[in-house]
């Protein structure tokens, strides 16, 4: 007995020097990385049941937390609002709604944040923005038919501060640099297509989807023997002037680029108003956002 389980014992211990080594020479290798010589980056592994460090670097170095950061907001939600709570997005009316349809006054969307409206990760490819025929079909099921005000979208439960203080300015055009809002939806990003030619030369845009009527781009970029996408798009939230610098593959077709989207807010209240213009229904006032206007808080009535 006492030689079988020195046997299982040495095997048990010959794999974790196995994958202790293993680490060790992925750590050897990333400090000697040319490419890594000059910037800042820490590393500490530990097994969690034995407690043991498997591998560390500069472990006290201090550093930003990055996404990492997500972690802790995402785990202090579970706690205090509990893994069963929805966030709800509504539809207000404020006015008179009178017999013959007509609403005098305004309709809201009132978001409180929900980041998985229209989002990517919830719905199948193409269905993103189906939940504005669902908002289309609510209010003309209230019996509207004719708006004399406006549709407002109202993001005003998160700010209007968008993004954090610290975040670079440079990330802030590109999808992965976009704001946190009231309202978000489409996870707050443009889908800009473009079409390239051979190398060296300027790209065009063939679309935006969402389609944004306010979206100005400035093209700098140009095509480039390339395979991936190496452009970056710059500007701030609220503004609506954005510049592409960079390079896109050549001889594309509709190369596929990922902006942030300048309002979502706005964007929201254009993209709803069209829906209910080719439903039939009137808005005498447009769509608008809450933030353009600086309106004052009402009381409206929930469809």
Known sequence: MRFYTFILFSFVWSAHLIAQNSVQKALQQLQQ???????????????????????????????????????????????????????????????????NGILHGNIWIKGAGDVSLGSRYFHN??????????????I??????????????????FGYEHCP??????????????????????DNTLKLGFKTGTAGKPIQLNSIFPNDLNYQLNIEAKSA????????VHGIPFDNDRKITGYLPANQANFIVKASMPDPERLLAQLLFEKLQQSGIRVDGGGVSQDSLMLHPITPHTI
């Not at 490819?125 to 609510?138: I, M, N, R, T």
């Not at 023997?225 to 970056?232: E, L, T």
């Open 33 to 99: 990385d040319p490419s890594l010589q000059a910037s800042q980056w820490s590393i500490c592994a530990y097994n969690t049941q034995t407690k043991d460090t498997i591998v560390s670097w500069n472990p006290d170095l201090a550093l930003p937390g990055a996404s990492i950061t997500k972690l802790f907001s995402t785990a202090a939600a579970l706690e205090i609002l509990g893994p069963t709570h929805q966030v709800r997005t509504q539809i207000f009316m404020d006015g008179i709604l009178d017999t």
């Open 125 to 138: 490819p193409g269905s993103e923005l189906q939940f504005l025929d669902a908002w289309v079909s609510a």
């Open 140 to 157: 003309s099921e209230a019996g509207i038919k004719t708006i004399t005000g406006s549709l407002i979208t109202d993001a005003a439960s």
């Open 165 to 186: 203080v610290g975040w670079e300015r440079a990330d802030m055009g590109n999808y992965y640099g976009c704001g946190a809002y009231g309202l978000n939806f489409y």
């Open 225 to 232: 023997a390339i395979s991936d996408d190496q452009s970056y």
